[in-house]
């Protein structure tokens, strides 16, 4: 592929490894021994993204990730609270599950950004992510803000993924065709399939997605399909 630059996702790409934060969620709430049912935390789940979208203040744009994981995490414990009888965490099992969310995603950040390091040295690299507003903040104290050339963030200019207009602003940025740039995603439809309507060339972080919304239609399929995002050095350099 002639490539001339990079638009990176980043929660469930490079913070997870190509999962669903909502897998994420279930895998520890299970290590911490907090029994819900399946369907009952995927609710709990949605609750709590759509508790955050509507209510912008909830999330300040110095939030570090942790801050961000003790709001969702608070939200979908007064969800489970509320519909699954006898459920009961207190503020300490709150915060022992927000430690091992965050030390989680440091991990895979960590792995990311060494890739990260790699790419950046030959493409311009550009997040393009549906956030809170406070990206900027998270990757900073991350440790991997230094890697992007700029950050479109979804709560700063308006527009959600899958709405490829969001991914035409990180074309624009670059200033070179639709076609020598590179998308990479763990989401099929919001990344994939998004950026594929813009000509883009696409590579699938393939993990373990949220459900119906990660399987491919009408043959339509990835240009390249990973499993480990540093397959990413492989296949460019």
């Known amino acids: 592929m002639n490539i001339k630059g990079i638009l990176l996702d980043y929660g469930g790409t490079l913070d997870t490894g190509g999962n669903h934060w909502y897998r994420v969620f279930a895998e520890q709430y299970a290590s911490a021994g907090i029994a819900v049912d399946e369907e009952l935390l995927r609710a709990a789940y949605v609750h709590a993204e759509r508790q955050l979208e509507q209510h912008s203040e909830l999330i300040k744009p110095n939030y570090t990730f942790r801050d961000v994981l003790q709001q969702k995490i608070a939200l ?21 599950l927000t430690t091992a969310c965050d030390d989680f995603a440091r991990q895979k950040v960590q792995e990311s950004a060494e890739v990260l390091a790699v790419l950046s040295e030959k493409y311009p690299l550009v997040l393009v992510s549906n956030f809170y507003g406070n990206i900027q903040s998270v990757i900073k104290e991350y440790g991997i803000d230094c890697y992007f050339q700029t950050v479109i963030e979804s709560a700063k200019v308006g527009v959600r993924k899958p709405d490829p207009a969001i991914f035409r602003l990180g074309i624009e940025y670059l200033a070179v065709p639709a076609q020598e740039i590179l998308v990479v995603g763990d989401s099929f439809k919001n990344d994939i399939a998004s950026a594929q309507t813009l000509t883009c060339k696409t590579v699938w972080l393939k993990g373990k997605g949220w459900d119906t919304e990660e399987k491919q239609t009408d043959g339509q399929t990835a240009d390249i399909i990973i499993s480990n995002i540093e397959e990413l050095i492989k296949i460019l350099l």
């Not at 489970?80 to 300490?92: N, P, S």
């Open 76 to 96: 979908q414990f007064d969800y489970l609270q509320q519909c699954q009888q006898g459920f009961q965490a207190g503020k300490e099992v709150q915060e022992e």
